[in-house]
């Protein structure tokens, strides 16, 4: 299993694809691993060779103790880059994932060729995190599992709790609760506001509807502060490919491929 060590946690990685293609690097949500993206991977390395991670504490990486910021989550992706020899790359990230993508396009501009922030916020309010970091040290992940659950997907996914559904929801029972509590640290420290007027990769900007984490209007401000983003917005919840996979693919793979950078708002693919 390829892994690096760096700022004191080992941190697994994975590169998929055939190594002439495009390299696209994927960035998970909160409470998740790399597996995360498993819906999409069939679409997706029809036309990307795909490189993914796992945070620290989640999946097969180790949690550091303490707290977290998201300029170390930055780092830790450049050097998961780095460890895979992709040089450069498009990014996308979804929630979490999608505020480290900010970090890193800001501060590491000649690393990304395009970007794709989907269901994130360059500021979140605190309030929620310190709640949250109280119930996990308390209780454990178990204890916010459902409530988690509930606001990545659709009630009607949730009612269905299909394959898919059980899958994320292991995962996240499986979370180390210090690597949890480390990245709800940097979600509630953050403001990534200032860096969103240094972004020069042409961005596509994805929100939803039913996102109750990251509401529309977040996306929206983010697609208004980066010059030449286009903004997307689909009737689903927070985590948008794992309930429409094959319309994710597609909505990726056009804009990766065609570069379009003017703004512009679509439709909602069918669920």
Known sequence: MPFVHHEGARLYWRIDGHPDRPPLVLLNSLGTDHSL????????????????????????????????????????VLAVMDAAGVQRAHLGGVSIGGMIGIWVAAHAPER????????????????????RIRLVRESGIA??????????????????????????RTTLLQVDPAGYIGCCAALRDMDLRPLLARIAAPTLVITCRDDQSTPPAMGEAIAAAIAGARLVQWELAHIPFVEAPQQYVELLAGYLHAARSHKRTDGTPPR
């Open 112 to 131: 990304i060729d395009r970007l794709v922030l989907s269901n994130t916020s360059a500021k979140l309010a605190p309030e929620g995190f310190v709640e």
């Open 37 to 76: 993206w498993e819906p999409v991977m069939p679409g997706l390395l029809g036309h990307f060779r795909v490189l993914r991670t796992d945070k620290p504490g989640h999946g097969a990486s180790d949690a550091r103790e303490g707290e977290y910021s998201i300029a170390q989550l930055g780092r830790d």
């Open 143 to 168: 204890a916010i599992a459902d409530a988690v659950l509930g606001r990545f997907f659709t009630p009607d996914f949730v009612a269905r709790a299909d394959a898919r559904y059980h899958s994320v």
